[in-house]
């Protein structure tokens, strides 16, 4: 019988105390609304928040604390931490202005004069790959090799036009055929 008295007690008591608060908490939090004072005003929430012994009403809070002025950062006594931390953003900061950015920095990219859409050229070697693609050797050293599996009939000293396409694509054709293949440069 006094292990279930000791057990039922703490359980009876702590029933009260929630009950108590729970009443005072409409009334706490009105008294907490009429306080003009910010600073005054958030500690008198801040007090309601907190845990049962430390818990005061908003007039007991305003007696027993009296609001300090809060001190300016040029009246702040030197912290060690924000003085790290401060002295690293200022050293970061003295970074950045010592490299400059580039003078065509914000300005839109600069295109080329003349681009090159399409070049001629007349085929030096014919190959083929593993897989049965071409492999095509060019006269100025470019090397094509046939991404696709369209068939077409090529043969060495034959002048052959690659122009580029759409999104980076390269298509390769010659006179007389109205086909081209794609292709992708190898070399």
């Not at 608060?21 to 907490?32: E, G, M």
């Not at 914000?106 to 859409?117: A, M, Q």
């Not at 580029?164 to 081209?180: E, K, M, Q, W, Y």
């Amino acid at each position: 019988m006094k292990k279930r008295s000791a057990l039922i007690l703490p359980a009876l008591l702590c029933l009260v105390s929630v009950n108590t608060f729970a009443d005072n908490l409409p009334q706490a939090i009105a008294s907490c609304k009429t306080i003009d004072d910010d600073t005054r005003r958030l500690a008198c929430f801040d007090a309601i928040q907190s845990p049962p012994e430390k818990r005061l009403t908003a007039s007991e809070n305003s007696q027993k604390n009296p609001q300090k002025p809060v001190a300016r950062s040029a009246e702040m006594a030197p912290d060690k931490q924000v003085s790290d931390v401060s002295e690293q953003a200022r050293a970061r900061r003295d970074e950045r202005k010592q490299t400059r950015p580039p003078a065509d920095f914000g300005l839109p990219p600069k295109t080329v004069e003349e681009e090159i859409d399409e070049v001629t050229a007349t085929i030096t070697q014919l190959g083929e790959t593993a897989r049965g693609k071409l492999l095509i050797t060019l006269d100025n050293g470019m090397q094509w090799q046939q991404k696709d599996s369209q068939p077409m009939r090529l043969d060495t000293g034959m002048e052959v036009t690659i122009e580029s396409g759409f999104l980076g694509a390269f298509f390769l054709s010659h006179d007389g055929v109205n086909r081209r293949i794609k292709v992708k440069r190898v070399r």
